[in-house]
């Protein structure tokens, strides 16, 4: 549960592809509207980027435990301790719904805190908090995460990777906008359209990214079938005669 | 006069808060409402398509590998064998599948009903012994879902599908014999992400009948190819065990699987006998296709003790059938 | 954002086809737009799940517009997203299995598409339910025709294909005899394409909107 089959060798290979390989915004495209209205500025962009890192990396551990215990097939066996089978109620098809909501009342409860407690970082932090909530990359990496099924260390360094190489993504083009704003540039492309341009080549750069394998687990499991009961040689023999 | 303005007064506070939208009560109640409909909405649709995404995810693996197997032919119709190696459109009558001409797309339960007849899951362990899930004491769906990201082959009993003939005679102690082929399942990396296939292998247990990888997260148009027609009709004819220059094939020492070679296979080896385990590679897809011969290596090395003794009983059956 | 007084409620429809086009004038709805339009299948059954998507729940979300409190409005918009998004999904899943392969966290996201969440906050919140319907059901449709664009292009060059039929004579192609002959425009494959072409179409629509 925790590691898997996972070595934590293969965790610094995750890290990397989650940062520069398979970067959520380069390679995934995901988390674009809010980069496009926000990358003028460097500043804003890095506001931005610490943000999101934070947001996705608590909620991607809290939507984990939500798949553990309540959304994956089996999951609810836990109620047990209740008293209640519930090992057959397959829950998966509010996935979607329970990851929203959780992501969008961490935002809440983070704004709330942010602002009672650390004021001056509500300051510069505090307005991007709700745009982040419906930022197609949180919940584009955690869904990415739910269908690799990783255990608990892995699934925190890959959440926590993808949101530094938004960071990095986001913040690359802020730079680039910002030379851009004083180039000539065609009436009709100035502004978003030259942005896309810019950004399409930077994703063909992060292409050559591509094949560096690093997170491919190669642990043993552990084999399940030891654990029950094995067949006695007769038993074979039998069944082959 | 006081008294009357606070009882008042007090009164229409709280039934202010009531009706006033933005108050703590009120939220609550209509957050609550709202996620109770929702859920009842969400259930009530999942419980109604339960049953056709079951079948639906079933269908697909099955088909993927009645496809291998060539049972089934690509646009939907069965396929029996003529007798003579060559598969012909059939169509099911009374149970059975019996040539036609004409195309004749099978119905869902249809392919249900001929999967379940005509493959067999048993499983094989290290040593090539055959087994059936009864007897090893493992419940097939939880075998099979639980195993199926890290692969079969991993396993101390690994899975593995027998190809029953048309015509079954009563045999079915013999868990070896009367095999029109095997399936074992396939497992590898692709460039992205974990893929997974079928490999139909002939009752020699070194042919291959077909091949197809249904499961995949490579880039369209690209790795994707792997899931393509054009790309899997390569494979029938090729043989796992590669043969030495004089074209025979030691069980032992022979390498075991499928190079998927950059650029194409005449123009790599010629004519050489190792162009028989060689297929075309796809243009741009290198590394898909290097996942591809590291999956065939790695999990057929797994399954060739199994694939010696198929051998073994497959070339006795045919001393004994020419003698 | 301009407040569109009119008499006929057609005209919410038509306004989001071209004047109001959400990918090329509001930018929102990106993110999709680059990752499904390899193929133009894909890009099709994700235009019409969006254009669903944004028609009932702006739709829904107009309905409940004067009883939803101010602090839950958020969360009350996503979850009628969610929903509608999920009936897609399991849809998806059971009737159109191989599609739903190829497609499969992309549905999800329909859900944080700003262009979905951009039409509940910036107009199904203020006007009555049916020209919150046909607001929606206009900015999705709008947003359909620029995927379908952007997939048709990117299928035909990059695979000779257009929903999987060879457009491209096979005899063009480059083989052992004529290895100078036609290939397919593989950059057309990868999703900067998408960036490019994306990035030219907004430039052709301000180039036609000056005139």
Redesign the interface.
């Known amino acids: 549960m925790w590691m898997g ?1 996972y070595e934590p060798l293969n965790m610094l290979g995750l890290l990397i592809q989650a940062v520069f390989i ?1 970067n959520f915004l380069l ?8 980069y ?2 926000c990358s003028s500025k460097l500043k804003v962009a890095n506001g931005l980027g610490l943000a999101v890192v934070f947001v996705l990396t608590v909620s991607g551990v809290l939507n984990w435990l939500v798949l553990k215990f309540i959304t994956a097939p089996g999951a609810l066996s836990w109620l047990s301790v209740f008293g209640l089978d519930a090992s057959e109620v397959n829950l998966e ?5 329970i990851f ?2 959780v992501i ?2 961490f935002v ?1 409860v983070l704004e709330i805190v942010i602002e009672k407690f650390v004021p001056a970082l509500y300051q510069s932090l505090g307005l991007y908090l ?1 745009l982040i ?4 990359a ?3 990496a955690v ?2 995460a739910v ?3 990783y255990p608990f260390i892995p699934n925190l360094v890959y959440v926590f990777g993808s949101a530094l190489g938004w960071w990095l993504a986001i913040a690359l083009i802020a730079a680039i906008r910002e030379k851009l704003a004083t180039s000539n540039v ?4 100035r502004g ?6 810019m ?3 930077m ?2 750069s992060f ?1 050559g990214f ?2 560096i ?1 690093l997170a ?2 190669s642990g ?2 552990e ?4 654990a ?4 006695s040689k007769t ?2 023999e039998s ?3 | 006069m006081p008294q009357e303005y606070t009882e008042k007064g007090e009164r229409s506070v709280s039934e202010q808060q009531l009706s006033d939208k933005n108050s703590n009560s009120y939220t609550l109640v209509f957050i609550t409402v709202l996620s109770i409909i929702a859920a009842i909405i969400l259930s009530l649709l999942a419980s109604v398509l339960e049953a056709p995404k079951v079948v639906a995810k079933d269908l697909d693996r099955s088909r993927q590998m009645m496809i291998a197997a060539n049972i089934l032919d690509r646009e939907g119709s069965f396929l029996i064998d003529d007798g003579k190696g060559k598969p012909k459109k059939a169509r099911l009558e009374n149970g059975k599948l019996v040539a036609k001409s004409v195309d004749n797309i099978a119905t869902q339960e249809q392919l249900l009903g001929i999967y379940k007849d005509r493959l067999q899951p048993l499983l094989v362990d290290s040593a090539g012994k055959l087994t059936t899930f009864e007897a090893a004491h493992i419940n097939e769906q939880e075998y099979v879902s639980a195993h199926r990201k890290m692969g079969y082959y991993k396993q101390p009993l690994k899975l593995i599908y027998k190809i029953l003939p048309q015509e079954k005679n009563n045999s079915d102690k013999e868990l070896y014999a009367n095999a029109a082929g095997w399936v074992i399942p396939m497992n590898g990396f692709g460039l992205w992400d974990a893929i997974y296939g079928y490999l139909a292998i002939a009752s020699d247990g070194i042919t291959v009948l077909g091949m197809t990888w249904y499961d995949h997260k490579e880039t369209p148009g690209l790795g994707a190819n792997i899931a393509d027609a054009y790309w899997q009709e390569f494979f029938p004819g090729k043989k796992i065990f590669q043969q030495d220059a004089s074209g025979n094939i030691d069980l032992n020492t022979a390498p075991l699987g499928i190079t998927v070679v950059r650029g194409k296979v005449s123009e790599v080896y010629g004519s050489s006998s190792k162009a028989n385990s060689a297929i075309d590679g796809m243009a741009g897809a290198t590394l898909t296709g290097n996942g591809v011969t590291d999956a065939y290596t790695d999990v057929l090395k797994a399954y060739r003790p199994f694939l010696k003794h198929v051998n073994a009983s497959y070339s006795t059956n045919k001393k004994e059938a020419t003698s | 954002m301009t407040h569109i007084k009119a008499e006929q409620p057609l005209s919410y429809l038509t306004n989001q086809l071209w004047g109001g086009n959400q990918i090329l004038v509001a930018i929102l709805g990106i993110c999709s737009a680059l990752g499904v339009t390899n193929r133009l299948s894909v890009a099709v059954t994700m235009g019409l799940a969006v254009s669903f998507v944004t028609a009932f729940s702006s739709f829904f979300v107009s309905l409940l517009r004067n009883i939803t409190p101010d602090s839950v409005r958020m969360i009350t918009q996503l979850t009628i997203i969610s929903v509608f998004v999920i009936i897609i999904d399991q849809f998806l899943q059971a009737y159109f299995y191989s599609i739903s392969k190829v497609m499969s966290v992309f549905v999800g996201l329909i859900i944080t598409n700003c262009l979905v969440m951009g039409r509940a906050e910036g107009m199904a919140k203020n006007v009555p339910p049916i020209p919150a319907f046909l607001d929606g059901l206009g900015a999705g449709l709008g947003y359909a025709g620029v995927l379908f664009v952007i997939g048709a292009i990117r299928e035909l060059f990059g695979f000779g294909q257009l929903f999987g039929y060879q457009i491209v004579p096979l005899h063009w192609y480059a083989s052992l005899e004529f290895p100078d002959a036609y290939e397919n425009l593989s950059i057309m494959v990868s999703p900067s394409a998408a960036f490019f072409l994306l990035g030219g179409m907004i430039g052709i629509y301000n180039w036609i909107d000056r005139k």
């Open positions: 089959p398979e390679a995934n495209f995901l988390g674009m509207c809010t496009l209205a098809f509010l996935q979607f719904l929203i909501c969008a009342g809440q709700p909530a419906v930022n197609c949180i919940l584009g869904l990415f269908t690799r099924d065609l009436t009709d492309l978003i359209g030259i942005t896309f341009m950004t399409g080549l994703a063909m292409q591509i094949g394998k491919q687990p043993v499991v084999p399940v079938a030891e029950k009961v094995t067949p038993d074979l069944s082959k005669t």
